[in-house]
């Protein structure tokens, strides 16, 4: 494939753990370890197919994982039994509950934040800007990469086992599908994911549709967007990321701003 891609507005380890969680409707005090530990190691085998830059710190996080889950599996040693009996999930849950907290107060900030865009905003073409305000409507909220991942994975193991009758070189580059995703952008304000996978004709190509799809959610030329968590993620251009419109002219060709000297 040829592609690695440099993740650096993406989330990390307790980020993922929060997503299956909530995903699994799990007590966050109550952590079923042995299977948290299992869906968080296919999420690190897709991520190392990908050759994701951001493996590394994942890795870190499972082992943390792997360490509770065994601790829990072995019976306590005997003098442990006499004294008070620790969960070795404790540490765990008080870092979950303790990042939680932060990361919903970042979000009420950058909530607050956008708001005040609002008094503020740069000129654009105001029809595209209010195609583009009807397709969010406010109550899409944004697809995580791990609600990417997810929808990758089953796309994968829909496509079906690819035969081989002969020798065809198919080259799918990350920037093509780049080209083709704005493409298709510039015909319809809204694509499904599911529907680009769909029109992929090898796995090969539903992963490279994916890398195209994080590197422009990473230039943040679009957004990844859902209706409700984890249901069907739809693509959309990025409304910040449009270029400003030129401000109206007069009869002598001058600028709002008055006279050009």
């Known amino acids: 494939m040829g592609y690695k891609l440099k993740l650096d507005v993406f989330e990390g380890p307790l980020d993922l753990l929060l997503y299956l969680i909530k995903k699994n409707d799990i007590d966050i005090t109550d952590i079923p370890i042995t299977e948290i530990t299992r869906q968080y190691m296919e999420y690190i085998e897709m991520m190392k ?20 889950k065994s601790k829990m599996l072995l019976p306590p040693e005997p003098a442990e039994e006499e004294a008070l009996e620790i969960d070795p999930r404790d540490e765990l ?13 970042a979000e009420t900030l950058k909530a607050k934040e956008l708001r005040r865009m609002d008094f503020f905003a740069r000129a654009v073409d105001e029809e595209a800007r209010q195609q583009l305000r009807e397709d969010a409507k406010e109550t899409f909220i944004e697809a995580s990469l791990f609600d990417l991942i997810t929808a990758l994975s089953k796309a994968l193991n829909k496509a079906p086992e690819e ?30 994911l599911a529907a680009l996978f769909q029109a992929a004709k090898s796995k090969m190509e539903i992963i490279v549709t994916f890398l195209a799809v994080l590197e422009l959610i990473r230039l943040k030329e679009i957004r990844a967007v859902q209706e409700r968590s984890f249901e069907d993620i739809q693509i959309m251009k990025n409304a910040e990321n449009m270029a400003p419109a030129d401000p109206p002219k007069d009869d002598q060709g001058r600028g709002e701003g008055g006279d050009n000297g």
């Open 49 to 68: 197919m990908l050759d994701l830059d951001i493996v590394g710190d994942f890795l870190v996080m499972a082992a943390t994982l792997m360490q509770i």
């Open 93 to 105: 849950v008080r870092r979950l509950l303790e990042y939680k907290k932060f990361k919903e107060i």
């Open 163 to 192: 035969v081989i009758h002969e020798i065809v070189t198919d080259e799918y580059t990350v920037e093509a599908k780049i080209h083709d995703i704005l493409h298709g952008l510039l015909q319809r304000s809204v694509l499904s």
